[in-house]
């Protein structure tokens, strides 16, 4: 590709992108995200056949179901679909601001144990229940096809900076 169709390609993308801003303006809905979807919340759509399920319950008690794929963890897909869960530390299980709780007992079971360091973050999360997650830690299999997953009234977003030594 020469390097004039990849600039007009480029300049396409953001006209397509300010489009999508001024629609969204229009609808009187302001996005949480800063970023432009693309950025952030890796899903790839599921094949046919292969849905799997996921509800979201927002802090307002709105629903909010997708199909998503295999392998897609729910920091990744609240994302992708704007819903309001920051993952201040992009995924890497170093903050507790993708915090879900698990409505199904049942369901929470079949959802691989947690490791240690989630576990150490999950004791910095607000409103900490049996049944709470880290979404960015929990990944899509057949299993979970139907999980409902509830957004906790707010989230703490403490780092290790936060605990060091101020002269």
């Known amino acids: 590709m020469t390097l004039y169709r990849r600039h007009q390609a480029e300049v396409e993308i953001k ?3 300010i489009r999508q801003q001024i629609r969204v303006l229009e609808h009187g809905r302001r996005r949480f995200s800063t970023t432009p979807t693309q950025r952030h919340g890796h899903v790839t759509p ?3 056949g292969e849905e799997l399920h996921v509800t979201f319950i927002d802090k307002d008690g709105d629903r909010h179901t997708f199909e998503v794929s295999k392998g897609d963890n729910l920091l990744d897909i609240a994302q992708a679909n704007d819903l309001e869960m920051e993952g ?3 995924g890497s299980c170093a903050c507790s601001t993708c915090h879900v709780i698990v409505e199904d007992e049942e369901m929470y ?3 691989p144990e947690a490791s240690d360091d989630e576990n150490d973050m999950l004791d910095l999360a607000f409103g900490l229940t049996e049944t709470s997650r880290l979404g ?3 990944e899509m299999t057949p299993d979970l096809d139907g999980l409902v ?3 906790p009234q707010m989230t703490r977003n403490l780092q290790a900076s ?3 030594k101020r002269s």
């Open 46 to 48: 599921p094949k046919p």
């Open 88 to 90: 201040a530390c992009g």
């Open 136 to 138: 960015c830690q929990v």
């Open 15 to 17: 006209k397509d992108q």
């Open 149 to 151: 997953v509830k957004l």
């Open 162 to 164: 936060d605990f060091e």
């Open 109 to 111: 079971d079949k959802i």
